[in-house]
């Protein structure tokens, strides 16, 4: 009841209230909006630049690593290394005079001046360590027993970067990167042992260290196994960090992942080195970081959002108080109005704005109103028009039959008046009184199939008397067809096309059949003659209404004729179909509905 009471004689707070959850709406709808975007493109903005530096870390490795690669491309193609490799030795001098000789062509050649390697050893194929010092058991023992080394021979490498290792005695941290390839020969790329460079691990990593500290809280470079190559930074490594499960997100290249690691979430941004896919470069960033911006911008665009509702509420009540009644009088006239009913004029017991805009309502629903009259008048006489000059059309085309017809008719039994036989004309008489009924009735355009077929019949009679019987008639109609409707006289003239123009001029006898076939929910005429044919620019004159030089070719007339009463009683898609080759006959044929 309170609720009822409030609606009838507090309208102007309703407004007031609607109004001000509306604005509010659309604030909230804008703030949060603002705020989305502009998470967005902070998010955006942060994974671009931990792009760039993923890019420039990895690009880095990439090229160090490289530099190892390249050194051993000149190492491999070195001649006098290549011929000491594969030097045979028969004694243990000559197997440390061949040791003594390599190790120093790698030393003065390649290891010297060079700070991110701390040596190059080479190692024969049968496992012989080529380097006098290195060669004691002590420490060719830790050399080939290392697993790394082994791993790298059974595992049918050409080349690998082991683990960090204690390289080549035992330290208390791992500090050395071992390079391991197999060395060729360059004539018949048969194996000649394995070169192995030892690089300092913090030398090689040194360049990524600003990098990673400016932009990571720690940053990690582990193999596909998850095995710690390096580390940035204060968090301690997990395994799990290099296995964690891909989230949806994907940030221009880099897989994203959320991790926690004591107790704090991580986003983790990891990258694969172009120039060692084996390794992976792993950067962890705190959400919090992240948040804490987003929190102290979304807690700004909160407080404007809550000044502006406020501002708004009130507005909206002092604009409500200036709206009176003769509002909703309006709003239920155009109610009616939109319901398809005319409203009762509007009244307003004002004299201000409020009555001049009843009025020009009233005058606007009686301009509709009036309107609508016009139009539909306009259109029920548009409609009268357009089916008297549909019908006068088709009385226009059926009567261009009539007077052609009567013309050929008479032509006939002046002939046979000439001839001395007057039971003929009395049978061509009969003829011509039933096809002179059929085109002379008025009112009646549709007949069945079987009358139509008899109207055949009889003007193929009436040119019997005239050409002594040049071609026989046949036709296949199914029972079912017999009573189905077609329009009057519409097979005479294609009838007469076949005789005259067809078989006529071939000057043998020949055959016409009409032929109904039920196909779907139409009816398929066909009416098909073994005349002279005609080619197919005949064929597309005929069609397109061109007039044709030779005067033995198929009356268009007739045809043109035909084809409109067609179009004009069922619609484009009920047109003539003319098919024809030269010396085999033309076959007429054309649709209509199956209907009774």
């Known amino acids: 009841m309170k609720l009822k009471l409030i609606r009838i004689k507090h309208i102007r707070n309703r407004i007031a209230i609607y109004y001000s959850l509306l604005i509010i709406l659309i604030i909230i709808a804008i703030s949060f909006t603002i705020i989305t975007i502009f998470s967005k493109q902070f998010i955006d903005l942060t994974n671009n630049i931990v792009e760039q530096k993923m890019s420039i870390i990895t690009r880095d490795i990439d090229r160090r690593l490289n530099d190892v690669k390249t050194l051993f491309t000149y190492i491999r193609n070195d001649q006098n290394v ?44 049968d496992n012989h360590v080529l380097n006098p010092l290195y060669s004691i058991k002590q420490y060719r023992d830790m050399i080939i027993d290392n697993k790394n080394y082994k791993n790298f021979v059974n595992g049918d490498y050409f080349s690998r970067f082991s683990t960090p290792i204690t390289f080549p005695t035992d330290q208390e941290e791992n500090m050395t990167i071992t390079y391991y390839a197999e060395y060729l020969s360059n004539k018949d790329y048969g194996k000649l042992g394995y070169i192995l460079i030892n690089l300092k691990k913090e030398d090689l990593f040194s360049d990524i260290k600003p990098f990673c500290t400016d932009t990571f809280d720690a940053t990690f470079i582990v193999d596909k196994s998850g095995q710690l190559i390096y580390s940035i930074g204060d968090i301690p490594y997990k395994h799990d960090i290099a296995k964690i499960d891909k989230m949806d997100t994907t ?45 102290l911008m979304n807690m700004i665009i909160y407080g404007i959002g809550i000044l502006c509702i406020i501002m708004v509420a009130i507005i909206g009540f002092l604009i409500s108080k200036k709206i009176t009644d003769p509002i909703l009088d309006i709003g239920n006239a155009m109610k009616k109005l939109e319901d398809g009913v005319w409203p009762e004029k509007v009244k ?4 201000d704005e409020l009555k001049h805009l009843a009025t020009g309502f009233n005058r606007m629903v009686e301009s509709i109103k009036s309107l609508i009259n016009d139009i539909y008048k306009e259109q029920e006489e548009k409609k009268k028009a357009e089916v008297m000059a549909l019908q006068y059309q088709l009385d226009s085309l059926q009567s261009q039959i009539n007077p052609h017809f009567m013309y050929n008719t008479l032509n006939s039994i002046e002939y046979l008046a000439l001839k001395d036989g007057a039971n003929d004309i009395r049978e061509m008489i009969q003829s011509f009184n039933i096809l002179l009924r059929a085109s002379m009735s008025v009112g009646k355009q549709f007949i069945t199939i079987e009358e139509e077929i008899s109207l055949v019949k009889s003007y193929l009679k ?45 000057d043998s006898h020949g055959t016409i059949i009409v032929r109904f076939k039920c196909v779907d929910d139409k009816i398929s ?22 007039p044709l030089e030779n005067k033995r070719s198929f009356n268009k007339i007739g045809l043109v004729n035909v084809d ?4 004009l009683y069922y619609g484009d898609e009920f047109r003539l179909k003319i098919f024809s080759k030269i010396g085999i006959g033309t076959c007429i044929s054309f649709y209509i509905p199956n209907i009774e």
């Open 82 to 125: 290549q011929n000491l490799m594969a030097m045979r030795t028969y004694t243990d001098d000559d197997e440390k005079s061949k040791a003594l000789n390599i190790s120093n062509i790698l030393s003065s050649k390649y290891l010297y001046g060079n700070s991110l390697v701390s040596n190059i050893i080479a190692v024969s194929a």
């Open 525 to 546: 005429v066909a009416v098909i003659d073994d005349g002279v044919g005609m080619s197919e620019d005949e064929i597309q004159n005929i069609m397109k209404n061109v």
């Open 564 to 567: 409109e009463r067609l179009k």
């Open 251 to 295: 940030v221009i290249g880099n897989s994203v992942n959320s991790i926690n690691i004591n107790n704090k979430n991580y986003l983790a941004y990891s990258k694969e080195l172009n120039g060692y896919p084996d390794w992976l470069a792993i950067g962890l960033v705190s959400k919090q970081r992240l948040t804490e911006k987003l929190w």
């Open 348 to 351: 307003a017991n004002t004299n």
């Open 462 to 506: 009436i040119q019997e008397c005239r050409y002594d019987k040049i071609a026989d008639f046949t036709y296949d109609l199914p029972e079912e067809l017999k009573y189905k409707k077609i329009p009057k006289l519409i097979l005479q003239p294609l009838v007469e096309n076949s005789l005259f123009h067809g078989i006529a001029p071939k």
